[in-house]
């Protein structure tokens, strides 16, 4: 088996891929991360239009950036995971959000994704000029915590939400 992994712009000739992807996630009744895999995929063309204009910067709701989405696949086309990346911080983002969300299919955990997908999401993000990325987590989320220590993450002062969650947060110089 092929272990090499790679970034792939979404496209309809993967519809079936991501929705085996997307199904997954769903039936595991986990929270969707990032929060692109939570948009319905039942009109795949009008989703995939969708995050080509969010790219773009078209059409986005007031105070939303720009953002690139890629899904991370192997050698056979398995959708294993999904990255966001945010092109600018809104101050919501600079304080819980970050410049990159990206997330790996429960069945693919624990397998080193997280930190490939984090480390290719970090060259992509290069690519736009950013140069000091953002990247958070939940105190809680110690997987995600040691992914972005593995990516030569720099600890940061922590954001507390409404709700009490404690966002940690990190800084990648590029």
């Not at 997330?103 to 970090?122: D, Q």
């Not at 958070?136 to 409404?162: H, P, W, Y």
């Amino acid at each position: 088996m092929n272990n090499q992994v790679y970034l792939v712009k979404p496209t309809v000739e993967m519809e079936k891929e991501y929705l085996d992807f997307y199904l997954e996630w769903k039936e595991s009744g986990e929270v969707m991360i990032p929060w692109v895999i939570e948009k319905d995929p039942t009109d795949f063309h009008g989703m995939i239009e969708f995050l080509r204009k969010s790219e773009k910067g078209v059409n986005l709701p007031e105070g939303w950036v720009p953002d690139s989405t890629y899904w991370l696949v192997n050698g056979e086309n398995r959708v294993l995971g999904a990255v966001n990346i945010r092109h600018a911080l809104t101050e919501r983002l600079f304080n819980s959000g970050g410049h990159i969300g990206y997330g790996i299919r429960p069945s693919e955990r624990r397998k080193g994704f997280a930190t490939a997908i984090l480390s290719l999401a970090l060259e992509k993000t290069r690519k736009l000029g950013i140069d000091k990325v953002l990247v958070v987590c939940d105190a809680t989320n110690i997987a995600s915590e040691r992914t972005i220590l593995k990516n030569g993450g720099q600890q940061d002062v922590s954001f507390t939400e409404e709700d009490g969650n404690i966002v940690k947060r990190y800084w990648i110089e590029l």
